[in-house]
């Protein structure tokens, strides 16, 4: 393996500006694909975000103050589902504290409201909006429960936008990552037909066909490791870079600041990426010029 | 060492060898001569196993060529030591890298490799130029180091085809002396494909003469014709 893997290095460094533009275009192509998947890991979890936002509201009767037991099991019940992703219980005093609130300015509204006229309620909301409906159907069933509200309209018009969007997305990120395997296949393809000639002496004087093929392979994985390397430096440093501008919205929501472990994740995955498709393109590059 | 038997081959309607049979003994130095696409390069790259032929036998030190596997033509090319007329050597590995190629696909131990590598460019007198690269050498040289990569392994049979084509006359009588002193000293049989009259007439060797594909003469002291 050493004398495979010296062999690679060989090749890079005595062809440096073959090799400084072939790790170029690897680079800028993985750099692309990098943006595109953190963009479409933006978008999910934006996605996510608004999708978890609509909820259904359960009504108790008026007249009644469901013990923290009816409570209990009214959750369990709906958890029970796997549906639900926020499941949260309003008391008539929460509910008098809440009417304050909204009411605080209008003194007359205020004085003639007192918590046994509001009604105990509860708030669900789903892992996926479209299961509200069935959620709001299992709760109209519970005891106690007067009315079930959530706004179905809205709601549905929303799954449709963000199933549209995330089609669009995949589709992107899906051609971003093909058009990425077949840049990089291209470059480490072009390297190897360089060394057409090399193949076929190496033949000629009694190499086998993985002494030939090995140290393409690792120099294709070379470019693939040291690319995706770069790509993801000159990211992070973009990122760092334009942190304080994307803090005034993006970051507003803080479930999308990227955090240093996500970060060495995207890292990780992108060297396993580049090294093996950088490996897969010397090693077919390799095999349509070995003679059998 | 070679013996062909009725061997022919076609490339599409052309026919590069027709019906050729000659054996090669072990120990031999023999001149194959003809004029350009007569069929000698044809007939190395079959022993090469470069190219099958498309009837006939060739068999090679033992080795039945049509029969040969894919998982044991490496180890037979082991025992050949081919020299071309364009050099085949490898731009970017220095003289040295070179010659040790056919130590290296045999993953030779490191040390048997300097030694070897170090006889084989004492052989052909290129001991000083060994950390050069081809680019820094002149057209004997590169014939020269050529030589070395081909014998570098002890191979049972040297292939040279047509070395002296690119040489000037002086340079092309060196090489053809050097390749005369392996086959002296170290016992290894030859092949030489040439065109050049004056090397095949002044040795006075077994010529065999091949015209338009066809073998026309094998004489056992022959001249060029």
């Known amino acids: 393996m050493n004398k495979y893997f010296k062999t690679a290095w060989q090749r890079l460094r005595r062809t440096p500006y073959q090799t400084l533009i072939s790790l170029l275009v690897v680079s800028l192509t993985l750099f692309s694909a990098t943006v595109f998947f953190l963009d479409a890991a933006a978008a999910h979890k934006i996605l996510r975000f608004f999708e978890t936002r609509p909820q259904v509201n359960a009504f108790f009767k008026a007249d009644i103050t469901p013990t923290s037991q009816q409570v209990e099991l009214i959750r369990s019940r709906l958890e029970s589902t796997g549906l639900v992703e926020n499941f949260k219980y309003i008391s008539k005093e929460d509910a008098l504290r809440i009417y304050k609130e909204l009411n605080s300015t209008d003194p007359l509204l205020l004085e003639a409201v007192t918590s046994n006229m509001l ?26 429960i007067e009315e079930v ?11 449709r936008w963000t199933r549209s969007v995330r089609t669009a997305r995949i589709a992107l990120t899906s051609s971003q990552i093909f058009i990425t395997f077949i840049v990089i296949l291209s470059v480490i393809g072009a390297r190897v037909t360089s060394r057409k000639e090399e193949i076929t002496i190496l033949q000629l004087m009694g190499a086998t066909r993985s002494f030939v093929t090995a140290p393409f392979i690792l120099e294709g994985m070379l470019y693939g490791f040291l690319g995706a390397s770069i790509a993801w430096g000159i990211t992070y440093l973009a990122f760092l870079y334009s942190t304080p501008f994307l803090s005034t919205f993006i970051f507003q929501i803080p479930e999308l600041y990227p955090t240093p472990v996500f970060m060495l994740e995207v890292l990780g995955g992108e060297l396993i990426l580049g090294s093996l498709v950088g490996g897969l393109g010397g090693l077919l590059a390799t095999r349509r010029f070995l003679k059998s | 060492m070679v013996t062909a038997r009725n061997v022919t081959k076609k490339f599409g309607n052309i026919t590069a060898l027709g019906d050729v049979s000659f054996s090669v003994d072990a120990g031999e130095f023999v001149f194959l001569t003809g004029a350009s696409g007569s069929g000698k390069t044809t007939i190395f790259r079959l022993i090469l196993r ?69 006889i084989a460019l004492q052989m052909v007198g290129l001991s000083d130029r060994s950390s050069l690269f081809p680019s820094q050498l002149s057209g004997g040289e590169l014939q020269r180091v050529a030589i070395a990569r081909a014998i570098v392994g002890k191979p049972k049979l040297l292939l040279a085809d047509e070395p002296t084509g690119n040489l000037d006359p002086k340079t092309a009588r060196s ?29 006075g060797l077994r010529v065999i003469t091949l015209e338009n594909g066809k073998l026309t003469k094998d004489t056992p002291k022959g001249k060029y014709e």
């Open chain 2, 50 to 118: 470069d190219l099958k032929p498309n009837s006939g036998e060739l068999v090679v030190d033992g080795h039945h060529l049509s029969r040969l596997s894919t998982r044991d033509l490496p180890h037979y090319r082991r025992h050949l030591g081919p020299i071309f007329q364009d050099f085949k050597l490898l731009p970017d590995r220095s003289v040295w890298e070179n010659v040790s190629l056919p130590l290296e696909v045999r993953f030779a131990k490191p040390g048997d490799v300097f030694a070897a590598v170090k």
């Open chain 2, 175 to 203: 090489i053809v002396s050097l390749l005369k002193d392996i086959h002296s000293e170290l016992k290894t049989t030859v092949i030489m494909a040439t065109h050049n009259a004056d090397i095949v007439n002044r040795y």
């Open chain 1, 149 to 159: 509200r959530f706004a179905e309209d809205v709601v549905f018009t929303l799954i």
């Open chain 1, 119 to 144: 009604p105990a309620s509860l708030e669900v909301s789903a892992k996926d909006p479209a299961q509200l409906k069935t959620l709001a159907d299992q709760l109209k069933k519970e005891e106690g």
